[in-house]
């Protein structure tokens, strides 16, 4: 006979990715680079929203991963302006994880200090879920998505460090319920930062590079501090509220 | 597609508990999976029967145990899950605000046999 026995584990399946994370966290913190995760659906204008806020950041210099499931068309664009831009290619992964980032940054060579922009996936459900080293998450959204998409894709709007609404032009032209947009925002986060934007006049975004001059400054000022790798560990001791859903 | 290297993971946390144990073969897994955690279940098995032949894993199978996200109401402190388009609190109608709960992604035990 064999002996069957039950054991509890209590393992975390993202640990390993959010080691990983907090490793290539370290890393750039100590080459005084800020690293920015840029997530949004597909459209939202995240790679005119990197030029733009580019354009406008002093002092720093910017470096840029491209995440696309296939194609190199925005590291081109971006790399004909002389950013130093670096391509993943995920063929059909629907977002980064921390394995690909470390990879990625151990070829680049930081020469100044700066920010460091990763472009997730277009894509506003998984990319919010997975750490991949950053400092800050800036979530892309748009007046053209609707005002109901903090209700649709909460986690997104739950995680994010920056919000952009972009696109703001448009506006007269739309039914976008601002007010319930900004209810279903302060419902899932209170704090955080909602700069309205828009790519094609360039509004807004001499605010958001100002935003990131001064975290990224706050950064370098308080070495220990690692405001997205934390955030990632909330979920590790929550066995207990697991047990208690029903 | 996202439940491939997932599903690598739980294969290689459980293999590297059952060994330690001197297992000679898992049977079972128990994953607990909250609804926001955006893994599918049925997927996780699938990849699973696939990516485990030739390990301790070969042949086990997965339970799940879905957690439904909940939100607590600023107002009164209820726990709640949240109507579609609405994060209002049932019982007083103040916003709720997010919680852990809904969140998890764990494996919580295996049996092994040994």
């Known amino acids: 006979m064999h002996d069957v026995l039950k054991v509890n584990m209590m393992a975390n399946i993202h640990d390993e990715n959010d080691h990983i994370a907090s490793h290539t966290n370290e890393d750039l913190t100590d080459q005084h680079i800020y690293v920015i995760n840029v997530m949004g659906a597909p459209g939202v204008g995240k790679t005119t929203t990197l030029k733009n806020i580019i354009k406008n950041l002093q002092g720093l210099k910017p470096y840029v991963i491209e995440g696309d499931i296939e194609s190199d068309i925005d590291t081109r664009d971006l790399r004909s302006l002389g950013i130093d831009t670096f391509q993943i290619n995920t063929f059909g992964a629907c977002h980064l994880d921390a394995p690909m980032i470390h990879n990625q940054v151990q070829n680049i060579k930081f020469d100044e200090k700066g920010v460091l922009f990763i472009e997730n996936i277009g894509n506003l459900v998984c990319p919010a879920e997975f750490s991949i080293g950053e400092h800050c998450k800036m979530l892309i959204s748009t007046v053209t998505e609707g005002s109901d998409k903090p209700y649709k894709y909460p986690l997104a709007f739950e995680k994010a460090d920056a919000i952009l609404l972009n696109k703001v032009d448009l506006l007269p032209y739309l039914d976008f319920d601002e007010d319930f947009y900004m209810k279903g925002v302060r ?32 950064e370098k000022t308080a070495h220990h501090h690692h405001h997205g790798v934390e955030n990632d560990h909330h979920h590790h001791h929550d066995h207990d509220t697991a047990h208690n859903h029903d | 597609m996202h439940e491939f290297p997932i599903t690598q993971q739980i294969i290689k946390l459980a293999e590297k508990h059952a060994t330690e ?33 030739g390990t301790l894993c070969e042949g086990a199978t997965i339970e799940i145990e879905h957690v439904k996200p909940k939100m607590k109401c600023t107002g009164c402190g209820t726990l709640f899950e949240r109507e579609f388009l609405s994060f209002a609190c049932p019982k007083c109608g103040a916003d709720g605000e997010p919680t852990e709960i809904g969140k998890e992604f764990y494996i919580e035990s295996i049996e092994i046999e040994r």
């Open chain 1, 187 to 218: 419902a899932l986060n209170k704090e955080v930062p909602v700069f309205k934007v828009s790519g094609k006049t360039g509004e807004g975004f001499a605010e958001v590079a100002a935003w990131i001059q001064e975290r990224a400054q706050e």
């Open chain 2, 21 to 53: 144990l001197c297992a000679s073969r898992i049977k079972s897994i128990k994953l607990v999976v909250g609804d926001y955690c955006g893994f599918v279940g049925d997927s996780i098995q699938m990849y699973f029967d696939v990516i485990s032949e």
